[in-house]
């Protein structure tokens, strides 16, 4: 069904938002409403729409053929009782997707760093659930050394992100390198069905992505500070599931990112938005910088603070 959906919307869209279905097929596929016949399947037809208007080298622009045989790697399959993959799985399926070099572009651009990057509260939440448990020694040990990360993190805050690196690599990253020598020796000391284990599994095989934010100052250690703030839109989602349009989807973003900005600048959000849109028409292109939450001066007298 969400395929045939998919496939209606790329057969009559405008080339110009093949892009946004493009998404919409990234994140289908990642949360398991598509199979991974049918991502293939609509992949090359996204390709192919857009092959339709785009130069050959030749110089003709001859369209192609979507219902063609394409030569693609196959992705990984489900679960054998044809459920619908965990969010680890899905990320491991995109990830082998996107480096065979067989992945559409639009969503290839899509599959950034950020995205690539663990976060430490999901592996520090497992541990503390066990260390809640149980009491374990170990586990809190760990929670020891993933807040020591935490500490040196606090005292970066606010900090640039070069001024970030450096101070991580010379400072957490070591802290990193003796935690998973200490969680590798600590794998031998317990049983491996424990939930202790299986935690320090789930951490040292997303090594890589968790350390990833040591050697780049944007990537935060978790994303908690933005969870926090959708919390709202998550609590009222079935209030205003749809947005209409993908476009509509975008100004909700837009307006929910100048809500939360202008509340982490401690202004109130609605006194704001009505400053804004009241000026707006008459404000100079060139100064719409000044109008951004951090920049913004009201028109009336000092308004609240949220």
């Known amino acids: 069904m969400f395929a045939h959906h998919l496939r209606s919307a790329i057969e009559a869209a405008p080339r110009i938002t093949l892009p946004a279905i493009t998404a919409q097929l990234w994140k289908a596929f990642g949360e398991g409403h598509v199979s991974e016949a049918e991502a293939e399947a609509l992949s ?7 092959a339709l208007r785009s130069p050959e080298p030749g110089g ?7 219902d063609a045989p394409q030569d693609r790697p196959r992705s990984p399959r489900t679960g054998r009782n044809g459920s619908r993959p965990r969010t680890d799985a899905s990320l491991e399926r995109r990830r082998r997707w996107a480096a065979s070099g067989r992945m559409p572009p639009a969503i290839a651009a899509r599959f950034t760093l950020a995205e690539q990057a663990v976060l430490w509260a999901h592996v520090r939440r497992k541990i503390f659930d066990v260390h809640a448990a149980t009491g374990s020694a170990l586990a809190a040990e760990a929670l020891a050394r993933i807040g020591a990360l935490y500490g040196i993190e606090r005292e970066l805050h606010g900090k640039p992100p070069d001024a970030r690196t450096r101070e991580r690599q010379a400072r957490a990253k070591p802290l ?8 590798e020796r600590s794998l031998t000391q317990l049983p491996g069905r424990s939930e202790l284990a ?6 040292l095989a997303r090594w890589p992505a968790l350390t990833r934010a040591f050697d780049d100052g944007r990537i935060a ?3 908690n500070a933005a969870e926090r703030a959708l919390r709202g839109v998550a609590v009222g989602r079935k209030n205003y599931l749809f947005a209409g349009s993908d476009l509509g989807a975008e100004r909700a973003a837009t307006f929910y990112t100048l809500i939360e900005t202008a509340k982490l600048n401690r ?3 609605e006194a704001y938005l009505r400053d804004v849109l009241t000026r707006i028409a008459d404000h100079p292109a060139k100064r719409l910088a000044d109008l951004l939450p951090w920049n913004w001066t009201p028109a009336q007298p000092a308004v609240q603070a949220a």
Do not use: F, H
Request: aromatic residues 6%; glycine residues 2%.
């Open 44 to 50: 090359a037809l996204i390709e192919a729409r857009q």
């Open 60 to 66: 003709s622009t001859g369209p192609i053929n979507p």
């Open 176 to 183: 990193a390198a003796a935690l998973k020598l200490w969680a």
């Open 198 to 203: 299986k935690a320090l599994r789930y951490m």
């Open 221 to 223: 250690l978790d994303n």
């Open 267 to 269: 202004i109130d959000p």
